[in-house]
């Protein structure tokens, strides 16, 4: 005896139509954008000074070590004691700053990249729409694609042109 459930033959029907899928590396198309590429710019020019200190102490460090070692045995125990509290107080300034320039930069990247990744969905949607797509996958989670099926430099382009740099 064979029955058909009605509604089964309905929900059946439109996986056999053709689905348009387009591609989109989501994350090459965004840090690829002028807009990140220009903020990226800025963040390391931002920054720089801060980076330059760390690197100052950093050597700072490193010349104190280098003169335990070479004075070791040589120095009186103060002497040592004074240049060991030295290295210390480096050491525990140049992790702090080194931390507090690693929570600065990364907020501020998130803040631009999160706004940039809603902009960059925002861009994509609009893409599928005009194309057609049914959906669009990130290359990022496909194991295989044919190259026509890319628009990744599209997104790029429709990104540049919706959100030019300034």
């Known amino acids: 005896m064979r029955f058909v459930i009605p509604g089964l033959i309905l929900l059946l029907t439109p996986a056999f139509a053709q689905t348009k899928v387009g591609v989109v590396n989501f994350q090459r198309a965004l840090l690829e954008t002028a807009e990140i590429r220009k903020a990226s710019a800025e963040l390391e020019a931002k920054f720089k000074p801060r980076q330059a200190e760390l690197e100052k102490i950093r050597k700072e460090i490193e010349d104190i070590q280098q003169k335990l070692q070479s004075l070791a045995g040589k120095l009186t125990p103060q002497a040592e004691s004074e240049m060991n509290f030295q290295l210390q107080r480096k050491q525990r300034d140049f992790q702090r700053l080194s931390e507090d320039l690693q929570s600065d930069v990364d907020e501020e990247r998130n803040e631009i990249l999160t706004r940039a990744g809603q902009r960059m ?46």
């Open 121 to 166: 969905r925002d861009v994509i949607n609009k893409l599928a729409e005009e194309k057609g797509l049914d959906v669009i996958i990130d290359a990022g989670n496909t194991l295989f694609f044919k190259a026509a099926l890319d628009l990744t430099q599209e997104a790029i382009a429709a990104y540049d042109k919706a959100f030019p740099a300034k």
